[in-house]
């Protein structure tokens, strides 16, 4: 992994939700470096005392331009400063960070779920399969239609499915419920979102071998014996991988404010052995919060 510390210029920035905001940053190094599922680290100094350090998966990656944009919601003083940067200011990056989305070589269909801010952990895999050939489905919850991701920022070539909590767009109901459907059209699947969320789907993808009665793309390969956990190869044959929302400190594997539990029992930093990682090597129960 080749991670730098990049002076990144803002070239747009706009509200596109109520709350939630879209900023394209021109950063070469990192438009090129980054795969689907990797992050950046803000590490601008001080503000009138404040110091802002917020990691952002990289939403969208233009190789052509060497443009990147992040996606965020204006939670605090922190994010509420990027909103007020303009046109020309720069802010400092270091990046590509974390491990990326393992796409295996075979899968033609792959589902993407989201929930809500989610989006900007999975909308970048999108650009990536399309441009490799792949058929993607995307399933996006959000508690309303005021928080819907606009279908207008998305590839064409998607099938873009909404479900909405109080059912004002699309289903009515949770996200989840609508991934029996694909499930056995989708080859492998990738989430990002609430852990209320991940945990469901992690659940949901444990029975699909059962239910659809299919070898999984791991027993074709060999019994999916021989590849560590956590190893690029484990997580292509993996069906869900998820990408985890972590509160970070230093991002770079050093604090260990971002842990979670593996199901062997070993701790997994976010920042460093994720934020990607597949759902079966977590442990689930108590993810509910
Ligand atoms: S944020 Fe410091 S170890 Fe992950």
């Known amino acids: 992994m080749t991670m730098r510390l990049a002076a990144a ?10 709350g939630q905001w879209l900023q394209a940053y021109h950063a070469p190094t990192i438009a090129s470096g980054s795969r689907a599922g990797q992050f950046v ?14 990691p952002f998966s990289v939403n969208t990656a233009d190789l052509a331009t060497g443009v990147i944009t992040i996606h ?26 974390g491990r990326p989305f393992e796409v295996d ?26 441009r490799d050939g792949r058929q993607v ?40 419920d609508l991934v029996p459907e694909y499930e056995a059209w989708a080859d492998q699947a990738f989430a990002c979102g609430p852990s209320a969320m991940l945990a469901a789907l992690a659940r949901q993808a444990e029975g699909r071998r ?14 999916g014996r021989g590849d560590p ?8 044959k993996a069906f869900l991988q998820v990408s985890m929302e972590q509160n970070m400190g230093c991002a ?21 052995e994720g934020p990607v990682f597949a759902a079966e090597e977590l442990v689930w129960e108590g993810a509910w919060s």
């Open 9 to 18: 210029e803002l070239v747009e920035s706009r509200e596109i939700l109520p």
């Open 41 to 54: 680290h803000v590490r601008t100094g001080d503000f009138s005392g404040m110091v802002l350090r917020r």
């Open 72 to 97: 965020f919601r204006v939670i605090g003083r922190g994010t509420e400063w990027f909103t007020r940067l303009r046109a020309g200011d720069e802010i400092d990056l270091l990046g590509p960070l």
């Open 105 to 130: 070589p075979r899968s033609r269909h792959l589902l993407l779920v989201a929930g809500g801010l989610g989006m900007a952990g999975v909308r970048m895999l999108a650009d990536e399969a399309i």
């Open 137 to 176: 489905t995307l399933l996006f919850g959000a508690a309303s239609s005021r928080e819907v991701y606009p279908s207008s920022l998305l590839p064409d070539e998607i099938e873009y499915v909404v479900a909405t909590d109080d059912g004002s767009l699309g289903h009515h109901g949770f996200v989840t």
């Open 210 to 223: 059962g239910r659809l009665g299919v070898a999984s793309l791991g027993r074709k390969r060999g019994g």
């Open 229 to 236: 956990a956590g190893s690029p190869a484990a997580r292509r």
């Open 252 to 272: 770079v594997g050093a604090c260990l404010g971002c842990v979670v539990m593996s199901t062997s029992g070993v701790p997994q930093r976010v920042c460093r």
